[in-house]
């Protein structure tokens, strides 16, 4: 298993890598963490951030707010990401493969938020085989369940 999470962060080095042709940085408003209406978390993904974070409430809180179709489940605070301190990531060298490419790819085109730095300067895709390196991430997340007996999917 720790040979698996190893392939993991070394496919994130290769996807940061492959996506630093962006002439924009990040302008951390944070936005993006508090606003996304879903946000996909593979198993893998969270055992990754299990390993290294020692805080199982937090954890469960992530798999809660990772899981929900529509994020809204902290009343008053709903739909902010239990890892995200100010407008800053407290778990960003594990950050998922969907916080990663939030900005750089822009699904059809229109999904960004208003006030991100990239918005109009994104990769416009139509199907998720269009994201980057995805492939990779399938057999790393396919590796994963099956290691674990999950249901593929
Ligand atoms: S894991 Fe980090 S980058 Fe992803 S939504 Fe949470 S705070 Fe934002
Ligand atoms: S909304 Fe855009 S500019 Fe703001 S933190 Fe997210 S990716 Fe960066």
């Given at each position: 298993?720790?040979?698996?999470?190893?392939?993991?962060?070394?496919?994130?080095?290769?996807?940061?890598?492959?996506?630093?042709?962006?002439?924009?940085?990040?302008?951390?408003?944070?936005?993006?963490?508090q606003k996304l209406y879903q946000l996909r978390v593979y198993p893998?993904?969270?055992?990754?951030?299990?390993?290294?974070?020692?805080?199982?409430?937090?954890?469960?809180?992530?798999?809660?707010?990772?899981?929900?179709?529509?994020?809204?489940?902290?009343?008053?605070?709903?739909?902010?990401?239990?890892?995200?301190?100010?407008?800053?990531?407290?778990?960003?060298?594990?950050?998922?493969?969907?916080?990663?490419?939030?900005?750089?790819?822009?699904?059809?085109?229109?999904?960004?938020?208003?006030?991100?730095?990239?918005?109009?300067?994104?990769?416009?895709?139509?199907?998720?085989?269009?994201?980057?390196?995805?492939?990779?991430?399938?057999?790393?997340?396919?590796?994963?369940?099956?290691?674990n007996n999950l249901p593929v999917g």
């Open positions: 298993m720790n040979a698996l999470l190893g392939d993991l962060m070394s496919f994130y080095a290769r996807l940061d890598e492959f996506m630093r042709d962006s002439d924009r940085d990040c302008g951390i408003c944070g936005e993006c963490c893998v993904e969270l055992e990754n951030i299990r390993r290294h974070v020692a805080d199982d409430l937090a954890i469960k809180k992530f798999q809660n707010f990772a899981n929900s179709p529509v994020v809204k489940i902290w009343g008053d605070i709903s739909g902010q990401c239990p890892f995200q301190d100010g407008a800053l990531c407290v778990i960003y060298p594990l950050r998922p493969y969907h916080c990663r490419v939030y900005g750089h790819y822009d699904y059809q085109g229109r999904s960004l938020l208003e006030r991100c730095v990239y918005r109009g300067y994104a990769i416009a895709y139509y199907h998720r085989e269009e994201l980057p390196l995805i492939d990779e991430l399938d057999h790393l997340v396919e590796s994963y369940e099956s290691k």
